[in-house]
T-cell receptor, first 113, second 112 residues
Framework: DGGITQSPKYLFRKEGQNVTLSCEQN?????MYWYRQDPGQGLRLIYY???????QKGDIAEGYSVSREKKESFPLTVTSAQKNPTAFYLC????????????FGAGTRLSVL | QKEVEQDPGPLSVPEGAIVSLNCTYS??????FMWYRQYSRKGPELLMY????GNKEDGRFTAQVDKSSKYISLFIRDSQPSDSATYLC????????????FGSGTRLQVQP
């Protein structure tokens, strides 16, 4: 998984609950990303961060929040405002000489109880 | 119309066949082109990376980019059952946020 660790592998959310997905990287990359993958729709960008203490909304940020307090960590919170959270969530990082190449973690599968 | 179009398949071929996977795109500013392979319930892994137009070969894999036609291809020679996976094309303008735009993926099944 290229030095990117996502946890947990599976997560279940109850109605009205916020849940947080963890993403840690040991690649020393500056940029980190969160994507959502639904069947037949490819990957859609939720949030990205190019540097510590800074992040930007992606294409589908509503109902999600992030923080980037450390270079190694970029947690994603799925809030109760996200009405359709069931999906496969992927974290990625890029940096170094080939800054356009993103390396992915193994993903977290979130389901609603 | 999506910015990147990719036939979802599934594409089923016999072992040893040559596989051709393709994507078309509409944004002429894309400069960086990637192919990722994703096994079921796993994260995508980078297969090939090319900049601008041209060909790139790595073992059984060849990536082609035709910017004039806005068309990219991935060829797999001597396909193996272990190549059975979903293949995602991705592209980037290479400026600003550096985020990738993905195709929806093509599911490939190589029959033994």
């Amino acid at each position: 998984d290229g030095g990117i660790t996502q946890s947990p592998k599976y997560l279940f959310r109850k109605e009205g609950q916020n849940v947080t997905l963890s993403c840690e990287q040991n690649l020393n990359h500056d940029a980190m990303y969160w994507y959502r993958q639904d069947p037949g729709q490819g990957l859609r960008l939720i949030y990205y961060s190019q540097i510590v203490n800074d992040f930007q909304k992606g294409d589908i940020a509503e109902g999600y929040s992030v923080s980037r307090e450390k270079k190694e960590s970029f947690p994603l919170t799925v809030t109760s405002a996200q009405k359709n959270p069931t999906a496969f969530y992927l974290c990625a990082a890029s940096g170094g000489e080939a800054q356009n190449i993103q390396y992915f973690g193994a993903g977290t599968r979130l389901s609603v109880l | 119309q999506k910015e990147v179009e990719q036939d979802p398949g599934p594409l089923s071929v016999p072992e040893g066949a040559i596989v051709s996977l393709n994507c078309t795109y509409s944004n002429s500013a894309f400069q960086y082109f990637m192919w990722y392979r994703q096994y079921s319930r796993k994260g995508p892994e980078l297969l090939m990376y090319t900049y601008s137009s041209g060909n790139k070969e790595d073992g059984r894999f060849t990536a082609q980019v035709d910017k004039s036609s806005k068309y990219i291809s991935l060829f797999i020679r001597d396909s193996q059952p272990s190549d059975s996976a979903t293949y995602l094309c991705a592209m980037s303008e290479g400026t600003g946020r550096r985020a990738l735009t993905f195709g929806s993926g093509t599911r490939l099944q190589v029959q033994p």
